[in-house]
């Protein structure tokens, strides 16, 4: 999965604004991968739809995932580290989640709610009856 995944993988490239003085001026250093969703035969319809719904804040209107990467002056080491946090990102996507399964608080919980509850009640009516005599 991981290497049909990352045939499908499109790099940008540009200049960074990171560390490297005059160097930066004149590489391409950052790096952008750009992956679109509904386009991949790597995944399943099902897996798609798990992917966009985890991802919705990330992608484009046209279903595309978009990451930089600017940490090193090595374009090759930029690529390299954006590429390995998309295959994480995707990966982690792709596990479904657990079902909740529902409980139901114990009994002793349950008291000690009620008893906190009459402990607060109390207070609260005790501070109504002294300001009612004056």
Same mark, same amino acid.
């Given at each position: 999965?991981?290497?049909?995944?990352?045939?499908?993988?499109?790099?940008?490239?540009?200049?960074?604004?990171?560390?490297?003085?005059?160097?930066?001026?004149?590489?391409?250093?950052?790096?952008?991968?750009?992956?679109?969703?509904?386009?991949?035969?790597?995944?399943?319809?099902?897996?798609?739809?798990?992917?966009?719904?985890?991802?919705?804040?990330?992608?484009?209107?046209?279903?595309?995932?978009?990451?930089?990467?600017?940490?090193?002056?090595?374009?090759?080491?930029?690529?390299?580290?954006?590429?390995?946090?998309?295959?994480?990102?995707?990966?982690?996507?792709?596990?479904?989640?657990?079902?909740?399964?529902? !409980?139901?608080? !114990?009994? !002793?919980?349950?008291?000690?709610?009620?008893?906190?509850?009459?402990?607060?009640?109390?207070?609260?009516?005790?501070?109504?009856?002294?300001?009612?005599?004056?």
């Amino acid at each position: 999965m991981r290497e049909c995944l990352k045939q499908e993988l499109e790099f940008r490239t540009s200049r960074s604004s990171g560390p490297g003085g005059q160097h930066v001026n004149k590489t391409e250093s950052r790096v952008e991968l750009l992956w679109c969703v509904w386009e991949s035969g790597c995944l399943n319809e099902e897996q798609k739809g798990r992917v966009s719904i985890r991802l919705k804040n990330r992608l484009s209107a046209d279903g595309v995932l978009s990451m930089a990467s600017e940490k090193y002056r090595s374009q090759y080491r930029n690529k390299a580290e954006v590429t390995e946090r998309f295959m994480e990102l995707i990966l982690a996507c792709l596990v479904p989640a657990k079902k909740r399964r529902p !409980t139901r608080p !114990t009994r !002793t919980s349950i008291e000690k709610r009620i008893k906190n509850k009459k402990i607060r009640g109390e207070i609260k009516r005790s501070r109504r009856d002294d300001f009612g005599e004056s």
